[in-house]
């Protein structure tokens, strides 16, 4: 057969072209003129180029046809013109599917508005092609990583607010029991925390039956004291409710064998400033050692006085000459008896170590262990101060740009740690008479 059909084509009814062998009808040749020549017919019916069919077409099995077409040479990147033979294979309603001399297999798809032949083989990405998408892909993970980020802290900040008004509702339905605040421990070795008292208020009954507080927490000597074996398996029970999500922290901590569990909410101890930091007194906050305060004693509203405010679990494991992280470490200072010099002067002192103890025992009632001062604002990039079991404790948080707060009213608000500080140490003092507004967010 030659390379390409002689134009021998007549004209049949309907405006059909039969092919020069006789056998195999054209369709609808009346598109390209009476006289178009059958090859140039099915190489325009390749490229869709050829009305859909009519009732009136029809397809003919059998015969066969040449024809001329043109595709890029892989090596070459030129065009060259590939000469193909083709036989009537198979006829169906919508589709002839042709088998060519060669090994390659051409599907002509008929429909209604247009006719194709694509030559069927497997097809893959270049490297380029997937070297951009993998951009692509880095590029969307970069913009929605932060967003995921950001949903996720509201979530565990909006938790960490609903743990810090359970709280201070405790300990309205403590004071309206008792007529007064939970009373932390006034001796050392008996040392239990304010959060301690709360413990049926926040539904934990049970773990408060384990405790006598008749009993003391500790006995021995103050400097080096031994637990009461009777409360091994409580002081190590950690609570949500007196744990914030977003402190990644240990909120365990290892003290002479025995392990013991934290929290993030410590109860006010005043403005921290002067001689208030020293919980061995009244530090005009709501809690010290020994402390009965009632809700009469707020002169300054319970709007203008902090409750609870966060803070972060020390560094866990041993002690340190030099200091790691200035948010989880408590620098110790020495010099003179405890109570015996200002908060001014202590942060002055050099270290004499630093250990990561702090919020680490939330049954115990020590100054670094439950309770806070407003001596540092908020987030400081200064440590904490120990000087023999009192401290300058400050709040601190995960949370990016301040801490939580709850007021005594049972309001919780976001304290940025940009407020001025003198405004900070007045919503710790519960009777200084000084007016307070637009302290938060």
Known sequence: MSSAFEDKSSLLSNNETRCACGQLPLLRADCLGQSASSSEWFRRLLHGRVPGPTKSDRLWHGGGISFTSRRPDAR?????????QFKVAEVGRNQIRCAP???????????????????????????????VVIAIIGILISLLLPAVQQAREAARRMQCTNNMKQLTLAMHNYESTFKQFPQPAEDSLYGYSAQAKLLPYIEQG????????????????AYDPDLNPNLVNVVRQPLSVLQCP??????????????????????????????????????????????????????????????IAETLYGLRGDDTADLIDAS???????????????????????????????AGQWIRNI????????????????PDVSHHGEAISGARSHHPGGVNVSLCDGSVRFVTETIDLATWRNLHNRHDGQVLTGFSQ
């Open 101 to 131: 001399t060669d090994r390659s297999v051409f599907d002509l798809s008929i429909s209604q508005n247009k006719r194709r032949i694509m030559k069927t083989y497997r097809t893959a990405f270049t490297l380029v092609e997937l070297l």
């Open 367 to 382: 100054t670094y262990q439950t309770l806070i001062n407003a001596f540092f604002p908020p987030n400081a990039r200064e």
């Open 206 to 221: 049970n773990l408060e039956d384990l405790i006598d507080y008749t009993q003391p927490l500790l006995s021995g000597v």
């Open 246 to 307: 977003s402190d990644p922290g240990d909120p365990f901590s290892i003290e002479d064998g025995n392990v013991w569990a934290g929290t993030n909410y410590m109860m006010n101890a005043g403005p921290g400033s002067g001689m208030s930091y020293c919980s061995r007194s009244d530090t005009d906050g709501l809690f010290w050692r020994g402390s009965n305060t009632r809700f009469r004693d707020i002169t300054d509203g319970t709007s203008n006085t902090i409750a």
């Open 328 to 358: 989880k470490q408590i620098k110790r200072v020495s010099g003179g008896g405890p109570c015996s010099a200002t908060a001014e002067s202590l942060v002055t002192r050099s270290a004499t170590r630093y250990e990561g103890r702090r």
């Open 76 to 84: 070459s990147s030129s065009v060259s013109h590939i000469s193909s």
